[in-house]
């Protein structure tokens, strides 16, 4: 850490429009490793010191995660990274009894995973001494060094999910280094790019007209949304956690190997038409929309609506239906789209949020349909187009 805080340099970074689309929440993620090694290496699996001095090394590539954040009078936001009064990120270490084993027999159910692993919730809250932390980690040892679970979480304010995975990809390029005793690895500092102003710069002049349901989401004012815009942030966090769990969400992990994904697409490639190439995010959309769907307007579901908050939820289903024609009778999912390649900045290790929500339209009935590859395919083919209609002129109505 000594090398960071010696190193780091004081900077101002103005935040964008596209960092407030989902500003108010983390992007949190665990990672599990299993200790592979032979009986006389076990011990050296994943050293506690190693990881945390190549975290700190990965940081001064990202000195974003160590700034406060500041928001001014008008709902502007900014990150100020000053040397001398840094917000480290939260790095704990922790041991726990669980072995891997057992979290790999159980595929990985959350009810085996350390009770205090995840250390945030999903909205980006101010910690106890009240200031917002842009970064949270938790390094926990499972059971005679059998593995280790890794719980990282980034503000949605400072990264995307790009700029999360290119953080932990040097990281791990640190440590694979600082564990490496042999190979002579070399790492080459990168420099990463934080800037909004080169987004601005690659936006369309012109203008194409979104979708009138995401026109409405996204760009009618509200009292309610403009009111949490003028507030500071730790606050506004407080708000929307307390909004969030009044509603009791249960939380669900899935785990799907790279394999079985393989497996899926292997089966689907009779069913998909002409040259057409689905990516891995439009089979699980798809997935997770077609078992939202089956599971909302099944039996148990509807017999189970009841409450305040059910009631509700059909008063605004009632409106929507009356201000979008068909939107009863179909199913939208909200694809998050990486914008970089088609704006031409792609190359330019940008790390900020440059994502938008693309607009997914499926008739109800077509996702009620019995489970098949046909039907399937029908769905995540509908992702694909959604997502390669985004173009310049389309991104710039953001």
């Given at each position: 850490?000594?090398?960071?805080?010696?190193?780091?340099?004081?900077?101002?970074?103005?935040?964008?429009?596209?960092?407030?689309?989902?500003?108010?929440?983390?992007?949190?993620?665990?990672?599990?490793?299993?200790?592979?090694?032979?009986?006389?290496?076990?011990?050296?699996?994943?050293?506690?010191?190693?990881?945390?001095?190549?975290?700190?090394?990965?940081?001064?590539?990202?000195?974003?995660?160590?700034?406060?954040?500041h928001?001014?009078?008008?709902?502007?936001?900014?990150?100020?990274?000053?040397?001398?009064?840094?917000?480290?990120?939260?790095?704990?270490?922790?041991?726990?009894?669980?072995?891997?084993?057992?979290?790999?027999?159980?595929?990985?159910?959350?009810?085996?995973?350390?009770?205090?692993?995840?250390?945030?919730?999903?909205?980006?809250?101010?910690?106890?001494?009240?200031?917002?932390?842009?970064?949270?980690?938790?390094?926990?040892?499972?059971?005679?060094?059998?593995?280790?679970?890794?719980?990282?979480n980034?503000?949605?304010?400072?990264?995307?999910?790009?700029?999360?995975?290119?953080?932990?990809?040097?990281?791990?390029?640190?440590?694979a280094?600082?564990?490496?005793?042999?190979?002579?690895?070399?790492?080459?500092?990168?420099?990463?790019?934080?800037?909004?102003?080169?987004?601005?710069?690659?936006?369309?002049?012109?203008?194409?007209?979104?979708?009138?349901?995401?026109?409405?989401l996204?760009?009618?004012?509200?009292?309610?949304?403009?009111?949490?815009?003028?507030?500071?942030?730790?606050?506004?966090?407080?708000?929307?956690?307390?909004?969030?769990s009044?509603?009791?969400?249960?939380?669900?992990m899935?785990?799907?190997?790279?394999?079985?994904?393989?497996?899926?697409?292997?089966?689907?490639?009779?069913?998909?038409?002409?040259?057409?190439?689905?990516?891995?995010?439009?089979?699980?959309?798809?997935l997770?929309?077609?078992?939202?769907?089956?599971?909302?307007?099944?039996?148990?579901?509807r017999?189970?609506?009841?409450?305040?908050?059910?009631?509700?939820?059909?008063?605004?289903?009632?409106?929507?239906?009356?201000?979008?024609?068909?939107?009863?009778?179909?199913?939208?999912?909200?694809?998050?789209?990486?914008?970089?390649?088609?704006?031409?900045?792609?190359?330019?290790?940008?790390?900020?949020?440059?994502?938008?929500p693309?607009?997914?339209?499926?008739?109800?009935?077509?996702?009620?349909?019995?489970?098949?590859?046909?039907?399937?395919?029908?769905?995540?083919?509908?992702?694909?187009?959604?997502?390669?209609?985004?173009?310049?002129?389309?991104?710039?109505?953001?």
């Amino acid at each position: 850490m000594e090398h960071f805080t010696a190193n780091v340099k004081s900077q101002t970074i103005e935040l964008a429009v596209l960092d407030t689309l989902s500003s108010f929440s983390n992007i949190p993620f665990i990672y599990h490793f299993e200790n592979t090694a032979v009986a006389d290496k076990r011990d050296l699996f994943m050293p506690a010191d190693a990881l945390r001095a190549s975290f700190y090394k990965a940081l001064l590539e990202f000195p974003v995660l160590a700034g406060h954040l500041h928001m001014d009078s008008v709902g502007r936001g900014s990150i100020v990274v000053d040397r001398n009064n840094l917000n480290l990120p939260e790095y704990r270490e922790t041991t726990c009894d669980v072995h891997f084993n057992e979290l790999k027999a159980a595929d990985y159910n959350w009810g085996l995973f350390p009770k205090d692993l995840v250390s945030v919730c999903v909205v980006t809250t101010a910690g106890a001494d009240g200031v917002i932390k842009l970064a949270n980690v938790h390094c926990a040892r499972l059971r005679d060094n059998s593995g280790m679970l890794i719980f990282v979480n980034m503000s949605h304010y400072v990264v995307d999910g790009i700029g999360f995975c290119a953080f932990m990809d040097r990281w791990a390029k640190y440590c694979a280094q600082a564990c490496d005793e042999h190979a002579g690895t070399v790492v080459e500092r990168r420099d990463f790019l934080f800037n909004r102003n080169i987004v601005n710069k690659a936006l369309s002049p012109s203008r194409r007209p979104t979708h009138a349901v995401t026109a409405h989401l996204f760009f009618v004012p509200r009292l309610a949304a403009s009111a949490l815009a003028w507030i500071s942030p730790a606050l506004r966090g407080r708000i929307m956690s307390i909004i969030a769990s009044m509603g009791k969400p249960e939380a669900h992990m899935f785990h799907i190997s790279k394999e079985r994904l393989e497996a899926l697409r292997h089966s689907l490639r009779d069913y998909i038409p002409g040259d057409l190439r689905l990516s891995d995010n439009d089979l699980i959309a798809s997935l997770a929309s077609m078992t939202i769907v089956n599971g909302i307007r099944g039996p148990e579901s509807r017999q189970r609506s009841s409450g305040i908050l059910s009631r509700l939820k059909s008063i605004c289903s009632n409106v929507l239906g009356r201000l979008f024609v068909k939107t009863k009778d179909e199913h939208i999912t909200f694809v998050i789209a990486d914008i970089r390649h088609r704006l031409g900045i792609s190359d330019c290790d940008y790390t900020g949020n440059c994502v938008i929500p693309q607009l997914v339209v499926n008739p109800l009935r077509r996702m009620e349909t019995p489970a098949s590859l046909e039907s399937y395919v029908l769905v995540a083919s509908r992702m694909r187009a959604a997502v390669q209609d985004l173009d310049a002129p389309y991104i710039s109505q953001f």
